[in-house]
């Protein structure tokens, strides 16, 4: 039987359209570039395919800046292609969802330029507010408060036109959505209405916790002139920020219902996973609990914000204990209701190997990328592949500001080093260089030919973004003929999830949370535990003999011992640190490993971890 949720031992595969596969020519990857690559994706074994933003959109902000829903925008091609996609990805099994990108839209939306009217029906679906009262509108100092936007400068633009200040979390061209506004609500769930009956099979959420703001009984947002609330304190750029009122607001819970019911209700097979910057991981629980009627899943982000401090540009080094304590709240939080998602990478984060991995040479590369990826899927929750961190693709390695493309990356260097003073030129470049989002959305590397086959060599136009140089050696081509390749492992580990319920179901309980090399957990099925997932979600369950596993990797470079508890429930001996059991030498128990089997076998008789060695071990 299907397991109900289908999506609990399911791998989803996330295409930035943009750089995924160029049909034409033109240097942006399309959607016949996708329909194109689904065999690639079917036989890696992805369940699911995740799109970013492909609808009409200025490009502003690589199409998470909106301009028409119900279009295709004309760089990735018509709706035709996405109607061709959909039926060519549905008939080999593999289900398409889509961004929802409905915090905000483009501000060459219809809706937002009939909200510049104030007598338009339209008036109040976005956040206007006059300038602040004794100042001059649209000089400094006139913003309704001091709230900064994610990508620079102030969170208000004064609009000439319309005479007011709009709200932007993100870049000026990405207005905010007014959810107060029942109006706005309901065009939104036609809209989703609209796609769903078009045979979509769900939507990821962008941002979807700051959809709901804090203000007060007069409607006024923190910090507005007579306003209740305070605004937050201001920063080294003359800001604060909007994360305490915009971050799970009020009304959130409401919305994600009143979503719900409004579009997803009768309907099966579907899945909704919700953006949660900033959102605390304990909140994952409720909104994900199905009896809450809320969402299936969350992107929580307290393990992509582990190695920076306060800001994402103040880099800090990699602690395996902060990935634990990261990773485990996330566990803890749908331990006994809701779900979790799980990944590393995405079209915003750095490539993981790169990251917390060790691209020195081309065997540390292979290896790390195999025990990051081992690590994360072994985890409970539904994982993420993002493109091309299956063939262990790497940080772009861009050394000037003219090769950055993305608008966070060339704002932020303005705002910090120009502006503000707050940092060198140099420690910027070194921090765009680890942190920039550019680094996922260099081209897909297909193969080894000119643009990596991601657009032909004689395409008349170079690639949106340069192509990573190292994509003569890293590239889908040569993975697809070696066995030993991240990309055969990868296919590895999705199988694993498929046929086995422990990985798909199993309890999670982390071993040696201080431990800075080695991280370990077991999953377990042995007490049929209590819990809501669905219906058919526990006769997975029933089904299977009880089974626990130990999950081991190295995360470094250098060897390592086998910290205190994992060693103990291998049944080793600390002082000695050889095992005292004979089932360690048993190579049928090894599951999966980052090295043979029959290695792996012997790093656990001398209780000593080559580098980068994970393994999934059957206790
Ligand atoms: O990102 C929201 C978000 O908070 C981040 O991941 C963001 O990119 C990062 O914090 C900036 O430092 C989502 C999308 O994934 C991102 O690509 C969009 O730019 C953003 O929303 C606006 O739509
Ligand atoms: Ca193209």
Redesign the pocket.
């Known amino acids: 039987a299907t397991p109900n949720p289908w999506w609990a031992n399911a791998v989803v595969y996330q295409i930035y359209p943009r750089s995924f596969q160029d049909t034409n020519g033109d240097g942006y990857g399309d959607l016949p570039g996708i329909t194109q690559r689904l065999d690639y994706l079917a036989d890696l074994g992805v369940d699911v395919i995740w799109l970013s933003p492909v609808y009409r959109s200025p490009q502003d ?1 690589n199409g ?1 800046d909106i301009s028409d829903y119900q279009d295709i925008d004309p760089i990735f091609g018509t709706m035709d292609d996405m109607d061709e996609l959909l039926d060519e990805a549905h008939s080999r099994g593999i289900k398409v969802v889509m961004d929802l ?1 409905v915090n ?1 839209t483009s501000d060459e939306h219809a809706w937002f330029q009939a909200s510049r009217t104030t007598d338009d029906p339209h008036a109040d679906w976005y956040w206007w507010r006059p300038a602040r009262p004794g100042h001059e509108p649209g000089t400094p100092g006139a913003e309704p408060n001091r709230w900064g936007s ?1 990508f620079g400068g102030s969170a208000w633009e004064y609009d000439p036109y319309r005479g007011e200040y709009f709200l932007h979390q ?1 870049s000026k061209k ?1 207005p905010d959505l007014n959810w107060e506004n029942p109006q706005v609500r309901q065009a939104v769930y036609r809209m989703m209405n609209w796609w769903m009956d078009r045979g979509i099979d769900g939507f990821r959420m ?2 979807i916790v700051m959809i709901s703001k804090l203000v007060d009984d007069q409607g006024l947002l923190p910090g507005e002139e007579g306003a209740a609330i305070q605004d937050g304190p201001v920063g080294p750029e003359g800001y604060s920020s909007p994360v305490p009122f915009c971050v799970d607001g009020p009304r959130l819970d409401e919305y994600l219902k009143e979503m719900r019911r409004e579009v997803f209700e009768g309907r099966q097979g579907y899945l909704t996973v919700g ?1 949660a ?1 900033d959102l605390p991981p304990e909140r994952s629980g409720a909104i994900t609990d199905p009896d809450n009627r809320e969402l299936d899943m969350l992107f929580l982000f307290t393990q992509t914000g582990i190695d920076s401090d306060g800001s ?1 540009w103040n880099v800090r080094p990699f602690r395996a204990s902060r990935l634990k304590d990261a990773m485990g709240r996330q566990q803890e939080a749908v331990a006994k209701a809701g779900w979790a998602s799980l990944y590393f990478n995405n ?2 984060q750095p490539r993981v190997v790169s990251r917390w991995g060790d691209t020195s040479t081309e065997e540390l590369r292979t290896r790390s990328a195999k025990a990051l990826g081992l690590l994360l899927h072994m985890h409970r929750g539904t994982p993420y592949i993002y493109q091309g961190e299956e063939l262990g693709m790497t940080n772009a390695g861009f050394t000037r500001l003219d090769q950055y493309r993305d608008l ?1 990356s060339i704002n932020l260097y303005h705002q910090r080093v120009d502006q503000a003073h707050e940092q060198s030129p140099e420690s910027m470049m070194d921090a765009l260089a680890y942190m920039s ?1 550019d680094n996922a959305r260099t081209p897909m590397q297909w193969d080894a030919t000119k643009f990596a086959g991601f657009t032909a060599p004689y395409a008349p136009e170079e690639p949106w973004l340069s192509v990573n140089p190292n994509h003569d050696k890293i590239n889908a081509k040569s993975e697809l003929r070696d066995q030993d390749s991240v990309l055969a492992f990868y296919r590895e580990l999705i199988r694993l999830r498929h046929t086995n319920p422990v990985v798909a179901a199993g309890d999670f309980s982390l071993l040696d949370p201080e431990a800075e090399q080695v991280y370990s957990f077991t999953r377990s099925l042995d007490q049929a535990p209590e819990r809501k997932s669905g219906p058919e979600a526990r006769s997975i369950q029933e089904a299977v003999p009880c089974q626990r596993l130990l999950v081991v990797v190295n995360l470094s470079s250098k060897p390592a011992g086998l910290p205190e508890q994992t060693a103990s429930l291998l049944g080793m001996d600390q002082v000695a640190a050889t095992s005292m059991s004979l089932g360690v030498g048993d190579v049928d128990r090894i599951m999966i490993s980052t090295y043979r089997p029959e290695q792996t076998v012997g790093s656990l008789l001398t209780g000593r971890l080559a580098p980068w060695e994970g393994f999934v071990y059957r206790l």
């Open positions: 902000d998470y990108v905000h994610y993100f990405q962008d941002v953006e910057p994402k079209h915003d966070e989002r």
